[in-house]
């Protein structure tokens, strides 16, 4: 005969209640995991502008040679022209020798003089690609190979006292903006807006002689603002690379 098996097993006695058992507390929530921040993470970014890069785009002024090179952005003017002309040229010479500047496209006009001294950083991304050598040539497959290694950076005092012995400063002046007609001149430095304004006068610009009947005004900052007429006793510096002829 076949002997059923029990429905359910209990402790001796023949009771059928689950044996007492000691509570269990609950299990604690995991600790919540909190990642690991690098020591880098949290230092302040000092090194960031040190290793950005800066893109130029360097054509001579006749645009028969062009070439694109990308140095930090702490490197200066002066580290550019050893780049582009190699380590042999001065590369920190009178401005009438060799000499970068920023092109302005769409004026046809030189926005800006690079000095020796100047930071590549300093130089606006939009203006990247309108960098332009004056007095000088280059050769872009030695700036190729030049490129394998970093320039040598000229001392930081010796550029600076090369930048303050430079004789002469070169101005640009704009003598009839719609016309897009401008020209240059160089003076002295510490000279004032009057020998400059002399200086143009020779040139016969404007037909008059008296430099009295016409001003020498810095551009206007913003669109439809009036030029900025500057005394003829004002000391002509760096500030006044370009300036607008004014009657």
């Known amino acids: 005969t076949a002997v059923g098996l029990p429905t359910a097993l209990g402790p001796p006695g023949g009771s059928n209640a689950a044996p007492s058992q000691p509570p269990v507390a609950p299990a604690p929530a995991p600790a919540a995991t909190v990642p690991a921040v690098s020591a880098e993470a949290v230092a302040p970014t000092a090194s ?31 580290d550019l022209l050893h780049l582009l002309l ?43 690609p309108f960098i332009r050598l004056k007095g000088a040539s280059f050769d872009p497959s030695a700036v190729a190979a030049r490129r394998a290694a970093p320039p040598a950076a000229a001392p930081k005092a ?12 070169e101005i640009s002046v704009v003598v009839d903006r719609d016309l897009g007609i401008a020209t240059s001149a ?27 009947s016409w001003s020498l005004a810095l551009p206007p900052k913003s669109a439809g603002a009036s030029p900025m007429p500057l005394a003829d006793s004002t000391v ?7 300036l607008e002829l004014v009657q």
């Not at 785009?57 to 070439?67: C, F, L, R, Y």
């Open 158 to 169: 010796a550029v600076a006292a090369v930048a303050a012995e430079e004789p002469e400063l």
């Open 86 to 128: 190699g380590p042999g040229h001065a590369a920190l010479s009178p401005p009438d020798e060799a000499q970068l500047y920023i092109y302005d496209d769409f004026y046809d006009k030189i926005d800006r003089w690079l000095k020796a001294s100047d930071p590549l950083g300093s130089i606006n991304r939009q203006d990247w």
């Open 236 to 242: 002509v510096t760096e500030e006044h690379f370009e």
């Open 48 to 78: 960031a502008a040190a290793c950005e890069e800066v893109k130029l785009t360097i054509s001579t002024e006749d645009e028969s040679e062009t070439v694109e090179v990308a140095l930090p952005a702490t490197a200066s003017a002066a």
């Open 186 to 212: 160089r003076v002295r430095r510490g000279s004032t807006i009057r020998a400059l304004k002399e200086v143009l006068s020779a040139m016969n610009l404007t037909g008059e002689a008296d430099t009295a």
